[in-house]
């Protein structure tokens, strides 16, 4: 079989497994730097510093995603951190145990409070115009003559106490059903006065790149201190969290007690609400079911 050699005793099986020797080892390589595109570095639990992201064998240029309608383009920062100065404390001394509130929950988004920095625009529809909009800035949408109309209802916090009136819905337009319940004042519509916006500094974790260490920095963010979130528009209630009564012609919203309702986000731009605001306000609402009443923390057995 010497007619198959390439070179001395070269010949083409073994270049086949070196070709495929070669191709493994690039695969892994790959598959390696893929999977540390995102959840990386890993933090450390109690101090939630960083790790070093490793070398460029081991971690993949972040990716640029092209937003539509001329939304520009968005990668994701590996780099920014989540806050480490919770005020918080474990419930007892093990990895794993949950944290226990030690300020406002709502405020400071621990637990169900919780949520996520998403952007500061609205959700668009396929045509490039925002979502969820006021059901009176539109003409061709309306609520069903066989279904009860919320404006006009008064809403019934958990305390089974007058939290305001619906003066508005918000309606989502490309699914074509409400999102959220404007609340005003049950005896002058309107929305409450929203807490006053303050400066928080807070302390994180970061990378620097230049050393690929872990570093402490302290940034700056504007919220209410009610409400984790600034805004001095409407007060918007989720729609999944109301339950109509039709009978008796009220709203009840079992998430918060009637007197917590002000402290809810607002938006910043009347008659409309970005992504950001959304995910506080129904993180807000969402809280409620845990840290409304201190007997919710409770077992139920």
């Known amino acids: 079989m010497d007619d198959v050699k390439i070179v001395g005793t070269l010949d083409v099986t073994q270049l086949v497994f070196y070709a495929f020797v070669l191709f493994f080892i690039a695969l892994v390589f790959y598959l390696r730097r893929e999977d540390r595109r995102e959840g990386y570095p890993t933090e450390a639990e109690d101090t939630g510093m960083p ?101 006009g209802m008064t809403v019934i916090g958990a305390d089974g106490e007058t939290a305001g009136m619906v003066t508005e819905a918000w309606v989502d337009m490309s699914e074509h059903h409400i999102r959220y319940l404007e609340i005003g004042d049950a005896e002058t519509p309107g929305s409450a006065s929203p807490q006053p916006v303050v400066v928080e500094t807070q302390t994180v974790a970061a990378v620097d790149p230049a050393t690929e260490t872990a570093v402490v920095v302290e940034t700056e963010s504007v919220r209410t201190p009610a409400s984790g979130g600034p805004g001095t528009g409407a007060l918007l209630v989720p729609m999944a969290m109301a339950k109509i009564r039709k009978r008796k012609g009220v709203i009840v919203v079992d998430a918060l007690r009637a007197d917590q309702f002000a402290g809810a986000p607002r938006p910043a731009t009347p008659g409309q609400i970005t992504l950001n605001e959304e995910e506080r306000i129904v993180a807000y609402f969402g809280g409620g079911y845990l840290y409304a009443d201190p007997q919710r923390q409770e077992p139920i057995i």
């Open 51 to 151: 790790d070093t992201m490793g070398g460029p064998l081991s971690r993949a240029a972040p990716k640029t995603f092209d937003l539509p309608h001329g939304q520009g383009t968005v990668s994701p920062d590996g780099e920014r951190r989540e806050r480490v100065d919770l005020p918080a404390k474990r419930a007892f001394g093990s990895n794993g145990a949950p944290y226990v509130p030690t300020g406002d929950p709502f405020a400071d988004g621990l637990g169900p409070a919780a949520w996520a920095e998403r952007m500061h625009t609205p959700d668009l529809t396929a045509s490039g115009k925002p979502r969820i909009v006021p059901l009176s800035s539109t003409d061709h949408v309306s609520v069903s003559p066989r279904d009860p109309n919320p404006v």
